[in-house]
Antibody, heavy 119, light 113 residues
């Protein structure tokens, strides 16, 4: 059974750095073709892809946010960490992690974690 | 910000057929990248509904079907049921000189009358 779960702060202040952790089970991020990505959804808005890390440690970032994002993995802990710098109220939303396997879609998602950016 | 355009809402009576369009461009759907669809109920994890334009993961009812043509794709729901009331998103891949990455549609809310 594949599961993913996001964790991190629920409230961050403007200009701070957000660090989110995705802890997963039921698969290995060392398996060829597998990746774990982050997607967010501002309140009332659409899903937006942020970043993805592949089994071979290749990182892929949204062109519009790449200067603010860093994605890393710890294969031994089954975790993927996303950091986003210089947080702004427009970054408020639910952040999801999801598994990408063998093709460019996300087959399994976490429940999401709501992050509010406010002073 | 979304490069894939969907109608904001569609509705239908139970048992009816509804379709949701997903319009892209030559840098994503038109470039040959596959289209995938997700069902999203508020407060829950999005669920993969269709992958690779027209394939259903195991457990997804055959009431859901997908197709792709040119720079667009469509999701059809036949025999609409109350439990189908949710938000639906298409997703593809986009590649331009400015960069590349995964892209989602603007989202469509399906209402069962």
């Amino acid at each position: 059974q594949i599961t993913l779960k996001e964790s991190g702060p629920t409230l961050v202040k403007p200009t701070q750095t957000l660090t989110l952790t995705c802890t997963f089970s039921g698969f290995s991020l060392s398996t060829s073709g597998v990746g774990v990505g982050w997607i967010r959804q501002p309140p009332g808005k659409a899903l937006e892809w942020l970043a993805l890390i592949y089994w071979d440690d290749h990182q892929h970032y949204s062109p519009s946010l790449k200067t603010r994002l860093t994605i890393t993995k710890d294969t031994s802990k089954n975790q993927v960490v996303l950091t986003m710098t210089n947080m702004d109220p427009v970054d408020t939303g639910t952040y999801y992690c999801a598994r990408r396997a063998y093709s460019d879609y996300f087959g399994y998602w976490g429940q999401g974690t709501l992050v509010t950016v406010s002073s | 910000q979304s490069v894939l355009t969907q109608p904001s809402s569609v509705s239908g009576a139970p048992g009816q057929r509804v379709t949701i369009s997903c319009t892209g461009s030559s840098s994503n759907i038109g470039a040959g990248y596959d289209v995938h669809w997700y069902q999203h109920l508020p407060g829950t994890a999005p669920k993969l509904l269709i992958y690779g334009n027209s394939n259903r993961p195991s457990g997804v009812p055959d009431r859901f079907s997908g197709s792709k043509s040119g720079t667009s794709a469509s999701l059809a729901i036949t025999g609409l049921q109350a439990e189908d009331e949710a938000d639906y998103y298409c997703q593809s891949y986009d590649s331009t000189l400015s960069g590349s990455g995964y892209v989602f549609g603007t989202g469509t809310k399906v209402t069962v009358l």
